[in-house]
């Protein structure tokens, strides 16, 4: 038997689902029962059978990916319930194993994945997105790459019709149906209260308070620049508007036509307008989210 | 061992895990520590706070880089990606040597993040210092591969684990990283003598000696990195020293962390090893 051949054979166990009490599988991936097929590459030992010796991996190898998925999901796990949660990474991990070297990209496929499989979301559906959305965007906003900030000053003097800005890549923008940034900070600061306490009581009350909290969730519409600041992330609410005006600069149009999108059938009265986009750049180049254009981007998009 | 090629002729003492939990006290404390330990993937990343507190640790801190997911004994090629963002944190910390296990994880491109053991046949040795090769070949830096603690061994296995152990760092032409606890964890786990392993290893290529503590259930031990390190460890710990004198050492401790005084102070536990051996040097 070749290396790889051996490989995948074990890959194949190792990545099996567990059963419900969290036990390896008596089935084999390729039908025969795991007994045998463990028993094929396994040695046993005088206390452990080949199964109970591979078995320990199988179990590391979920727990060990389950448990990350809840550290960057909390805020999904509130929403679809515990239980739910469990079973529905378990598809999504069994589906779309990971692809990465690191653990902290084991959720890139959850939202397309979930949005081919959205009985797992029940009745929370576009809740449930916009959570996994947030929360995916908290993870990019940590550890996005920051380039070389312009300040205030670097802006001044070089406006003109064609000006364009980069927006940092650290910086995420959302549309969301749901105000799940409350939402979501709420069942963070719940979480940490209960880290020093875990116990059942803890656990229970936890859990009766995400419940509540998801039930009193209302649609609305909320537009989010989720963003780093001295290292620690932030969520910002933002207008329409501002959004646009983001979005557009992103995608390397000129400032002059992000701010016509931004205003295209906006309610803000124009004669406010020049101000509000004043007040709105002099915040964002404070909080360094300006930074050199891709060139590349800016060239087709303003062609 | 003191000063050779396996370690970037360096000679460096007792080191710690750099942990999240203790990132303020060492910023703000400044404790004299010898060196610390990263784990690289957590710092393979575009930017934030992980990478700012590096840079700050790197001002004050010799660094070395040791890595949990390169899977020297996977059969596939490395991924090209992971070498990438591997170089530039290596251009940062101007670590001295890299370390990372001898094992397998992924297949086809499928990550299981485990460290899964190897099958001992030379085909395995053969693929695997090769792959070894190649790394360092693009990193430009030595290379130490670390024994894994097991639970399972295969049918297919031509050799012990030790045995495969000096296959692979004699092909490769590169350094160990002795995990002293894995030993005694495998050693409990599949009925060996742990010091035979320590007798016969390969001590010249010996970079760095890990330290641990381990958890003991019914029937198996498992390598949990959440206690102090138990005697038999220090035994053998002080047979590994013996055979290769004064060797970089590390405490890793990575799970229920306590306060950076007591993971400190376990580690440096270790001085009463070293201190012999470089008394038995002097005479």
Same mark, same amino acid.
């Given at each position: 038997m ?6 995948r ?8 689902p ?25 040695k ?5 059978t ?5 078995e320990?991996?199988?179990?590391q ?7 990350s ?11 679809v ?9 378990t ?14 990209n ?5 939202e397309?994945w ?18 996994l ?7 990019e ?15 001044e ?6 000006l ?49 909290a ?11 620049a ?7 992330v ?22 002059q ?17 020049a101000?509000?986009?004043q ?25 | ?6 370690n ?5 003492g007792i ?16 404790? =004299?520590? *010898?060196?610390f +330990? !990263?784990?690289?993937e957590?710092?393979?990343i575009d930017?934030?706070?992980?990478? #700012? $507190? ?9 660094v ?11 059969a596939?090629k ?10 530039e ?13 001898l ?10 993040h485990?460290l ?8 395995a ?9 190649? =790394?360092? *070949?693009f990193? +430009? !830096? ?11 061994e295969? #049918? $297919?296995s031509?050799?012990t ?12 032409d590169c350094g ?10 495998s ?15 390969s ?8 330290i ?16 102090p390190?138990?005697d038999?460890?220090?035994k053998?710990?002080e ?21 950076f005084e007591?993971v ?9 090893f ?10």
């Amino acid at each position: 038997m070749t290396l790889v051949s051996l490989q995948r054979a074990i890959a194949r166990a190792v990545m099996q689902p567990l059963t419900s009490s969290e036990r390896m599988r008596r089935s084999a991936p390729d039908g025969s029962s795991m007994s045998a097929y463990t028993a094929r590459f396994i040695k046993p030992n005088d206390r452990l059978t080949s199964l109970e010796r591979l078995e320990i991996y199988n179990r590391q190898y979920w727990f060990r990916l389950l448990s990350s998925m809840v550290e960057d999901f909390p805020g999904l796990r509130a929403v679809v319930g515990s239980k739910r949660f469990d079973a529905m990474c378990t598809a999504y991990l069994s589906e779309y194993p990971s692809r990465s070297f690191t653990l902290r990209n084991l959720g890139t496929g959850l939202e397309g994945w979930l949005r081919k499989h959205p009985h797992w979301l029940r009745g929370s559906r576009l809740l449930a997105l916009d959570m996994l959305r947030l929360e995916w965007a908290d993870v990019e906003a940590f550890d996005g790459q920051a380039k070389a900030a312009f300040r205030a000053e670097d802006l001044e003097g070089i406006a003109g019709p064609e000006l364009t800005l980069g927006i940092q890549p650290y910086v995420r923008l959302l549309k969301l149906h749901y105000p799940v940034d409350d939402l979501l900070l709420a069942v963070k600061t719940r979480e940490d209260e209960g880290i020093s306490f875990a116990s059942n009581a803890v656990l229970d009350r936890r859990k009766h308070f995400e419940v509540q909290a998801v039930a009193r969730q209302k649609p609305a519409r909320v537009f989010l620049a989720v963003h780093r600041l001295d290292f620690s992330v932030y969520f910002r609410r933002i207008s329409h508007e501002e959004y646009v005006l983001l979005s557009s600069l992103r995608n390397g149009k000129s400032v002059q036509r992000s701010i016509e999108s931004a205003f295209h059938k906006s309610a803000v009265p124009p004669a406010d307008r020049a101000l509000s986009v004043q007040h709105s750049f002099q915040t964002w180049a404070t909080l360094g989210w300006f930074c050199q254009p891709d060139e590349k981007l800016r060239a087709i998009k303003n062609k | 061992m003191p000063a050779n090629r396996f370690n970037g002729l360096t000679d460096y003492g007792i080191g710690i895990g750099l942990r999240a939990p203790h990132y303020e006290h060492i910023l703000s404390r400044k404790p =004299v520590v *010898d060196w610390f +330990e !990263i784990i690289s993937e957590n710092f393979m990343i575009d930017g934030g706070r992980p990478l #700012h $507190v590096l840079d700050q640790i790197l001002e004050q801190y010799k660094v070395v880089q040791h890595g949990v997911s390169m899977y020297f004994g996977s059969a596939e090629k490395p991924n090209r990606e992971h070498l990438r963002r591997l170089k530039e944190l290596v251009k940062r910390t101007n670590t001295p040597w890299l370390s990372d296990h001898l094992c397998w994880g992924s297949v086809d491109g499928r990550y299981t993040h485990d460290l899964l053991p190897m099958p001992y046949t030379f085909e395995a040795a053969r693929l695997t210092a090769q792959k070894v090769r190649e =790394v360092r *070949d693009f990193l +430009e !830096i030595p290379i130490a591969v670390e024994n894994v603690s097991s639970y399972a061994e295969y #049918h $297919v296995s031509e050799m012990t684990e030790w045995e495969f152990l000096n296959e692979v760092v004699e092909q490769a032409d590169c350094g160990i990283l002795l995990d002293v606890n894995n030993i005694y964890v495998s050693a409990q786990n599949h009925g060996f003598n742990p010091f035979t392993y320590v007798n016969r290893i390969s001590a010249a290529r010996v970079t760095q000696i890990h330290i641990a503590g381990h958890s003991k259930f019914k029937k198996y031990i498992l390598d949990t990195h959440d206690h102090p390190v138990l005697d038999p460890v220090w035994k053998l710990y002080e047979r590994a020293i013996q055979r290769t004198g004064h060797t970089a050492t590390l405490l890793e401790w990575d799970d229920s962390i306590p306060s950076f005084e007591e993971v400190h102070r376990e580690a440096l536990k270790a001085n009463r090893f070293l201190a012999d051996t470089a008394l038995a040097v002097a005479v």
